[in-house]
Structures are given as C-alpha cells and as structure tokens.
C-alpha cells in the first residue's frame, strides 16, 4: 500500500489544496487553490517540494496527524501551537517525523489559516488537472470536502531532502498584527460606476469581517459605497481580490472560492501582494483599504517573489 496519513482530528475546516484550477473559469468553474499563497508556497519550499504540490489548508482551528514513514513537514502561515509527540515544534521550519510519528496543531494565536505540507505531497486524484477542493461543488482535494476524522490521505513519493539549508525562512513567517491588517487596492475595473466620494469612503476607516464569510469571499460591514446608477451591470469577470459592491453598499472581497462571474460592479482590486493578508483575516477581524499606484503594486509583487525563490530554490 502507497503511504498515507491518518487524520486523527480534522480540524474545524482542513481541505487540500494545490495552487488552483486554473484556465476554467470561461466553463464557469472555480479556481479555488490557497487562501494565502504566500505561505503555501512557503510551507512546499520548506520540505523541499515544487510549489505546485498539494498541501492541507487548516482553517482556524487545526488537525491532529499520525504518519506511517518518514517525511519533512512544515507549517507555514496563521500561527498555531504545534508538536510532534508531545514536543513543541517551530512554525516555518522543515521537521522530520517518523512512522507513528502525531503532528498535533493547537491552538491558534493570530492569523486565520496554516498550510501544512508533507514531503511528497498529498497525492489524491487531479480533477482539470489541479487538486484543489472546491467545497461547494464537492470538486477535487479529497473527495470534494473538508477532512474528517478517520480518514486517509494518500501521500506522494518523498523527494530526497533539499540540498541546500534554507537560511531565514522564519523570518518569513506571518508576523502578529495590531490592529488592523492593512491591504492595498487598485482602483477599478468599474470604479466609474460610483460616486465620485466611494474611493474615499473605502479607505476612510477599516471594515470589520463579518461572520458571514468564507473561502467564496468576505462580507464587509463599514462605511456604505454608493453606486451612481444602479448597482447591477452585465455579468463580467471576477477575478481574485476584487471588491464586487451589491446595492447594500456593503462590499464584498471575492477569494479563492469565489464564483467566475458577478452581475454587481467592482470598485476595487487587492494588490497580488496582498492577497494572502486578506487571506489571513478571520470572521471578527478588520481591514483597512489603501490605495496604491500601478507602480507600487508591480514592485510590491518584484519583491514578494524575490523572497520566496530565495527559498524556493530549484524546487519550483
């Protein structure tokens, strides 16, 4: 039998995810993938796998895992309580664990989301040629839902270790945040369709993150946005990031679940850059929006990835 990984608690919401199904949208199919894919891609490169490779989101509350051979772990993203056996483990560094080895992730203290991968990958069956899961639709990762308890998950072939030391990547780690999280925002792409003042509006005081959200995309509560005629246009692209306004006024940020088309205008788009710190909000949490320039999100962007194939390495 091909290796496995026992879970022995699911965690409130722990799907597998790869980094999307990507090209499908015009058949109306989700993208899905990470919520942060900064620290996904952060938690492959630690073990040595490619960037591509399947890993377990864990949505604030985490798993308990038991392994049946040797494997590199890692933990990247929201900070959680982790140990081995009993034994404390750091986040954003690369473990080995053994044959009856539990990784065991606690209790969280800030951030929303850990991206737990395993030498080798989570080897469950491509759907469009992703791993995704994409839970409204019961499509992809492993049997198109959330882990359960009892349930097994096949495991890729274990990449020999790196060769090279990762030096730094702690430094890496998501960062506590007071107050808050800060996120930059493009204008548009119909930013026409609103009054002239709903730009200020939207970067004049933080919005909360209602309860009322997840993987799809976050109902904001704060400041109204108004529309200058109407709040319906014809259905259109929603691409990650986007603020989609209903007739509420109230925004919404579309994530990785979100539907391929929306019929409501877009004030605004999150910076690529900044996509995984909206990703790390949690219902109860705030955003606040600031606009930036083409220019700042372009090297915001140069210097994310700058930073991420410095770990990354040659395991792209």
């Given amino acids: 039998m ?16 790869d980094l999307g199904r990507w090209g499908h949208q015009a058949e109306g199919i989700s993208v899905s993938g990470p919520m942060d894919p900064f ?4 938690a492959n490169a630690l073990v040595g796998n490619p960037r591509s490779a399947a890993l377990l989101e864990v949505t604030l509350s985490g798993p308990a895992l038991q392994f049946h051979d040797e494997r590199r772990i890692a933990v990247a993203g929201a900070s959680f309580d982790l140990s081995v056996d009993g034994h404390a483990v750091q986040a954003s560094t690369c473990v080995t664990v053994f044959a009856g080895s539990v990784l065991r992730v606690g209790a969280r203290r800030h951030g929303a989301r850990a991206y737990v991968a395993v030498s080798g990958g989570f080897d469950v069956a491509l759907l469009l040629g992703s791993r995704a899961t994409h839970v409204g639709t019961g499509m ?3 049997h198109g839902r959330a882990l359960s308890r009892g349930d097994r998950l096949p495991l890729g072939m274990a990449t020999v270790a790196p060769r090279r030391r990762i030096d730094g990547a702690n430094a890496l780690a ?9 996120v930059r925002v493009l204008a548009g792409p119909q930013d026409d ?5 709903a730009l200020e509006s939207l970067v004049s005081a933080p919005y909360h993150v209602s309860v009322d959200s997840d993987r799809v995309g976050y109902r904001l509560e704060g400041a109204r946005l108004a529309h200058r005629a109407g709040a319906d246009i014809i259905s259109d692209a929603t691409p990650v990031g986007t603020l989609q306004v209903p007739l509420s006024g109230q925004p919404v940020l579309l994530m990785a679940d979100r539907q391929t088309t929306g019929g409501y205008p877009k004030l605004a788009t999150v910076i690529s850059a900044d996509i995984g710190v909206a990703g790390q909000a949690a219902p109860g949490d705030w955003l606040r929006f600031r606009m930036c320039s083409q220019i700042e999100a372009c090297a915001a962007l140069v210097a994310l990835e700058r930073r991420l194939l410095a770990v990354e390495g040659d395991a792209v």
């Fill in 39 to 42: 620290s996904h891609r952060l």
């Fill in 140 to 142: 992809g990762g492993w």
């Fill in 2 to 17: 091909s290796a496995v990984v026992d879970v022995l608690l699911p965690g409130l919401h722990t799907t597998v995810q």
């Fill in 193 to 197: 369709r609103f009054d002239a003042a």
């Fill in 174 to 182: 998501l960062a506590p945040v007071d107050g808050p999280r800060v």
